[in-house]
């Protein structure tokens, strides 16, 4: 229910800045679309690193609005749909299946993919550079879990698919063996980018994400040792109508 009125509150956020801005200002609509290439940082109760954990690729799409604030300062709302995850390997592969497999043979693996729902809030620089303009970056992202799926390859049982679980306590989680615990829906962060925008206003940018929300679900009510955030980088193409 709290990761439910987390995303709501994130959606109503970047509505009122886009509506705010439009009363004020010409505010130009958007396209954006790209390739991602997500991990997972996972370190245990100890604080120690969880060593395995690869870049796995996905995808993004969605809408942007430029909202002119001052002169080539712009707030930039959005509303994504983003395919993260992780291809995890070794010792990663052993974290996510502890209490189903033993210890990773060789080329076992299991590949991870969340589907999310994203409001990313930019604030961009757009200096004239050329025939057009240079986009430098930042701001906070609100990301909330859709779905997601996995793939998980061993040497003992072979390829097994099915659908990510999610809950923000252990206790939450159902037992059917065809899902995988993953953790919380969630996911609060921080964008930069850098790009170009063309004066046929197409563009293009590189995208880095850091996730500061512990996905990471409570044990009985307790916050967890172990930490499990979101990480992503990608590159995008857009167009403003």
Not at 115 to 122: H, Q, S, T
Not at 149 to 169: C, H, I, M, P, Q
């Amino acid at each position: 229910m709290k990761q439910s009125k987390l995303a709501l509150k994130s959606f109503l956020l970047a509505a009122a800045i886009a509506v705010s801005g439009a009363a004020m200002a010409q505010v130009d609509v958007g396209v954006r679309a790209g390739v991602n290439l997500s991990n997972l940082t996972i370190k245990d109760a100890d604080g120690k690193t969880v060593d395995g954990a690869k870049l796995t690729p996905g995808f993004h799409a969605g809408l942007t609005f430029d909202i002119p604030v001052a002169d080539e300062f712009y707030v930039q709302p959005g509303a994504l749909f983003s395919m993260k995850g992780a291809k995890l390997e070794k010792d990663a592969h052993e974290y996510f299946n502890s209490d189903a497999y033993v210890p990773a043979a060789s080329g076992d693996y299991t590949r991870l993919n969340t589907y999310n729902l994203e409001v990313p809030v930019n604030f961009i620089f757009k200096p004239a550079v050329g025939g057009g303009n240079l986009l430098i970056g930042a701001g906070p992202y609100f990301s909330y879990a859709l779905g997601g799926k996995f793939k998980r390859v061993t040497d003992s049982y072979g390829t097994e698919t099915g659908n990510l679980e999610y809950a923000g306590d252990y206790n939450d989680f159902g037992d059917d063996p065809d899902k995988m615990t993953f953790g919380k829906r969630a996911d609060v962060g921080a964008n930069l980018l850098f790009g170009y925008e063309f004066a046929n206003r197409f563009s293009v940018q590189l995208n880095g994400q850091l996730g500061l929300t512990n996905l990471e679900p409570k044990s009985d009510g307790r916050k967890p040792d172990e930490t499990l955030k979101n990480n992503n980088f990608g590159l995008s193409v857009g167009y403003k109508f």
